[in-house]
């Protein structure tokens, strides 16, 4: 064989092996398997939940809409609208923009625009109002302002354990006697 037919053989032999690698190189792979899992949130609209004690009903929430946890139970709620149900008969009703339950607790965290209305006219509103299961309390935190005849008091956070009949004042407390009117506007 010839230099000149050595070359070409050569020439053939790595132009034949660099389309090989092109070829194998440049092989799309195949799509990844998209495993779809099950949701493990379920969505509801217009739909209620109650925590109820002894037989005795203590709060019941609807929301706009609620998505729950199905393996904790733990829901998040939007536009909120509410009742606590006191043991004197007295009943709060709650309005609020979005809050979270935590069903092993059964504590609530609720906040945007908070306002409580008692059925004996007091008014409570605050950012956020949290309910605490384990102690029965109720706190109304940040901008809290609560009225009631001629009264109003304002604090950091108002706290209770008998829906708000009862308070304490934490941080800036101000208590104004022969105040007309309501709680402002949140």
């Given at each position: 064989m010839s230099k000149k037919s050595k070359g070409i053989a050569l020439i053939v032999l790595i132009?034949?092996?660099?389309l090989v690698y092109w070829a194998v190189s440049t092989v799309p792979k195949p799509p990844e398997k998209i495993i779809d899992e099950p949701s493990h949130h379920m969505t509801y609209d217009n739909n209620t939940i109650t925590e109820e004690k002894n037989g005795k009903?203590?709060?019941t929430l609807k929301a706009g809409?609620?998505?729950v946890d199905v393996e904790?139970?733990?829901?998040?709620?939007t536009?909120?609208?509410?009742q606590f149900f006191e043991k004197d008969g007295r009943t709060l009703t709650i309005t609020a923009k979005s809050g979270k339950y935590t069903a092993k607790t059964?504590?609530?965290d609720i906040e945007g625009n908070v306002v409580i209305k008692s059925s004996d006219g007091a008014?409570?509103?605050s950012d956020a109002l949290h309910w605490t299961s384990s102690t029965e309390k109720l706190a109304a935190v940040g901008n809290a302002?609560?009225?009631?005849?001629?009264?109003?008091?304002?604090g950091d956070s108002i706290e209770s354990t008998d829906g708000f009949g009862k308070i304490k004042i934490i941080g800036h407390a101000h208590l104004e006697k022969g105040v007309q009117g309501e709680a402002s506007e949140q």
């Open positions: 132009a034949l092996v660099a009903r203590i709060w809409r609620m998505d904790t139970q733990d829901a998040t709620l536009d909120i609208e509410g059964h504590d609530i008014r409570l509103t302002t609560a009225s009631k005849d001629d009264m109003r008091a304002t």
